[in-house]
């Protein structure tokens, strides 16, 4: 069993960068591969980044590639967001979540859940 706490949410103004962080517990973390997914109001959840369990692969859309980068700390189980040039379409609530197995961008293919933290961003 994993638990997720996402942190680091807020209101900012376009151009500026934000750094979400998600601490787990359980003493397995390293072995989980972790990804952050975003939803907006009235829009489907949208897959923003993974990283493998050693932390040596990542991936990201097209939507985020060069400004969002997950990074991932496993002595202090924590995997972070940092998001720079931040734009309107960014605003979101930001989930991070965890899957036994290789990087996912599939929702559904995630075990656990973090409660969501709301990113805004003003034009």
């Known amino acids: 069993q994993v638990q997720l706490v996402e942190s680091g949410g807020g209101s900012v103004q376009a151009g500026d960068s934000l750094r979400l962080s998600c601490a787990a517990s359980g003493r397995t973390f390293s072995t989980y591969s972790m990804g952050w997914f975003r939803q907006a109001p009235g829009k489907e959840r949208e897959f923003v980044a993974a990283?493998?369990?050693?932390?040596?692969?990542?991936y990201y859309p097209d939507s985020v590639r060069g400004r969002f980068t997950i990074s991932r700390d496993n002595a202090k189980n924590t995997v972070y967001l940092q998001m720079n040039s931040l734009k309107a379409e960014d605003t979101a609530v930001y989930y991070c979540?965890?899957?036994?197995?290789?990087?996912?961008?599939?929702?559904?293919?995630?075990?656990?859940w973090g409660q969501g933290t709301q990113v805004t961003v003003s034009s």
């Open positions: 979540t965890a899957r036994r197995g290789t990087m996912s961008t599939i929702s559904t293919r995630y075990d656990y």
């Open positions: 990283i493998s369990w050693s932390g040596d692969s990542t």
